[in-house]
């Protein structure tokens, strides 16, 4: 078998297994971190494979993070402009223009869009078309990304404010106004979470917030001592949120009592993920970590090459994040590399293909009756895989 023959063999088996790593989703992603409690989790298969399927330009920033539902990408641009396309190929499917940079997340419930615009509004959008159905004016921008539970909608707003709306109609049900310090100060810019009847937020005025979701009554607040902008995570009875301070938080969700903080090296505005008793959040020391959600403990911590703002999904044991270095990565339980997963499953393609690739050399050799040693060129399957 010539060196061609056996690349081309190599290649072939490279490109079939690979096709059971390509992603199929069978669950919507429907608003900021998945799901009300904002814990980050998603269902399906990982993505593991780093083949672009489309891109679409907006023709500006876009800082808010899409919401995947029945066959849908919804996001907000930095043009002011919402967008719904085509999850399969990137069609756009239709474009709705605020007045001002969106920085919001969509939500997506019962075939309405919730989106928060630097316009100061909160609109309420036709999901199949895009169509306005309401808006309702806050004090100030609206960074906040929606929660949408039993047909209310909890936002929050710059002008320290937090937000119950009837989701049908943008009615106000109640607001509850943040601790004023001075101007910009008190803003909510977190998303709140919405588990058991409490709305869990966090402010400029350096608070996490518990507050009755029906009513807006205060249940209670614990001071971090510095800018909540961080979203929290609510599971298993546990507030999880970080703060410009440089630690992470576990509060108790009864009562807000500290459970345990740990410090990173630098502001933690990401927002954390907590799966199977690991609380995933990056820090703006450029690190990943994984901490234990029991007592804080430091599992691992991953070095990128810049500030880590973007917060993580995880899905089926794979961490997927954003760094202002340019980069998203997937990390595996124990990160080495960018590219451990990826790595790992190289190797044992490597093993198959350089075993088949064995094989089908010695049966050819049989066939012609070949009395020299047949060798493989050197390093020929190691380069193919690793090869970037």
Not at 58 to 65: A, K, L, M, Q, R
């Amino acid at each position: 078998m010539t060196r061609f023959n056996v690349v081309t063999v190599v290649v072939c088996l490279i490109f079939l297994s690979s096709l059971v790593l390509i992603p199929f989703a069978n669950a919507d992603w429907t608003m900021f971190r998945a799901d009300p409690s904002h814990d980050g989790i998603g269902t399906g298969n990982p993505a593991l494979t780093p083949t672009p399927l489309w891109k679409y330009a907006t023709g500006n920033w876009v800082y808010s993070s899409p919401a995947v539902v029945g066959g849908v990408v919804y996001v907000g641009s930095e043009n002011g402009d919402v967008y719904a396309l085509n999850a399969a190929n990137g069609e756009k499917l239709w474009n709705f223009a605020t007045g001002s940079a969106v920085h919001s997340s969509p939500a997506v419930v019962g075939g309405v869009v919730y989106v928060g615009s630097d316009d100061w509004n909160l609109y309420a959008l036709n999901a199949t078309n895009g169509a306005y159905l309401w808006s309702y004016t806050t004090g100030d921008w609206v960074e906040s990304s929606p929660a949408v539970v039993d047909g209310v909608v909890y936002i929050g707003s710059d002008d320290g404010n937090v937000y119950a709306l009837d989701a049908s109609n943008g009615a106000q049900l109640w607001n509850y106004t943040t601790r004023y310090i001075h101007a910009f100060a008190n803003a909510v810019s977190s998303s709140p979470a919405v588990v058991s009847g409490v709305v869990y937020v966090g402010s400029w005025d350096e608070n996490v917030y518990a507050l009755n979701a029906t009513n807006g009554e205060k249940l209670w607040s614990y001071p971090l001592g510095n800018i909540v902008a961080s979203s929290p995570a609510v599971v298993g009875g546990v507030v999880y949120v970080g703060a410009d301070g440089s630690n992470v938080y576990a509060l108790n969700a009864t009562n807000g009592e500290k459970l345990w903080n740990c410090t990173t090296g630098s502001a933690v505005s990401s927002s954390p993920a907590v799966v199977k008793g690991v609380v995933y959040v990056g820090s703006e020391d450029d690190k990943v970590y994984a901490f234990n959600a029991s007592n804080g403990e430091v599992l691992w911590n991953y070095k990128t090459s810049k500030m880590v703002e973007s917060s993580p999904a995880v899905v089926d044991g794979v961490v997927y994040i954003g760094s202002d270095d340019g980069n998203v990565y997937a990390l595996g339980a124990s990160p080495t590399s960018s590219n451990t997963l990826f790595i790992i499953i190289g190797a044992l393609v490597a093993v198959v293909s350089a075993a088949v690739v064995v094989f089908l050399m010695f049966r050819k050799r049989l066939k012609t009756k070949l009395t020299s040693p047949l060798s493989l060129p050197q390093n020929s399957v190691a380069v193919s895989l690793f090869k970037y």
